[in-house]
């Protein structure tokens, strides 16, 4: 992988984020929300995890307790809309289970381990990836990790900033490498990266009016 300087990841950051202004994520209302929201939303959009959200709402099971002691299959059906509901229900529920047995159901007490060992335990949870994890720890906790997805490889492979075949630690060590350890700056630089790729790094590139169109293409198309 080629080791860009530092100075071309914070000049994509300025530039985005003069063309785009901050992008307010993550959407919840509470760090529980946000954490069930991670874990929901693979594979799905977002409208369809605030339908699920609102759904355990109206049950009053959007809190820890509740959602130990939810039977499982009640909890499937109650975030229904995000898909995949059965296996995303399994997932929800090892991760309260963990929280349970490790932290005693408290988010608080996440804050008291190292990032490194915190991100370990999470990627222990059965059905947590990378993606989520890091998702949970910068959304939820203000940790200062990058979280990477589709958009992100896209937008750095198009642009030669990372060589295909490039794996998802890779890419989030590009970024902490190279950016201060900053979770405010983190959080907004996913954020615009997620929103260059939706307008402009699709499938197949629409680079005129791309807020990155001065930086030079290496694969257009890719």
């Known amino acids: 992988m080629p080791a860009p300087a530092n ?3 914070q000049r994509f950051y300025d530039v985005l984020i003069e063309a785009y202004g901050p992008q307010g994520w993550w959407p919840g209302k509470t760090r529980t929300e946000i954490v069930v929201g991670a874990i929901l939303t693979q594979n ?3 409208l369809n995890v605030e339908k699920a959200i609102a759904r355990l709402q109206a049950a009053g099971v959007l809190d820890w307790a509740a959602l130990r002691d939810v039977p499982i299959e009640q909890l499937a059906e109650l975030i229904r809309p995000v898909g995949y509901y059965k296996v995303k229900s399994r997932r929800l529920k090892n991760f309260v289970a963990w929280l349970w047995e490790q932290h005693d159901g408290k988010l608080d007490g996440l804050a008291w381990v190292a990032a490194t060992e ?3 335990q999470l990627l222990s949870i059965n059905g947590i990836g990378p993606e ?3 998702s949970i720890m910068l959304y939820a906790l203000d940790v200062p990790t990058f979280v990477v997805d589709g958009y992100t490889a896209r937008v750095l492979g198009r642009h030669g900033l990372i060589d295909a075949p490039v794996g998802y630690e890779e890419i989030k060590a590009l970024f902490e490498d ?4 900053d979770a405010a700056m983190f959080n907004e630089y996913h954020a615009l990266l997620v929103a260059v790729g939706k307008r402009h790094c699709k499938t197949r590139a629409r680079c005129e009016g791309c807020p990155l169109e001065s930086f030079p293409l290496v694969i257009p198309d890719a």
């Open 7 to 9: 100075h071309i990841l």
């Open 178 to 181: 190279n950016l201060p350890a």
């Open 44 to 46: 799905t959009n977002w």
């Open 132 to 134: 989520t994890a890091d």
């Open 118 to 120: 915190l991100r370990g």
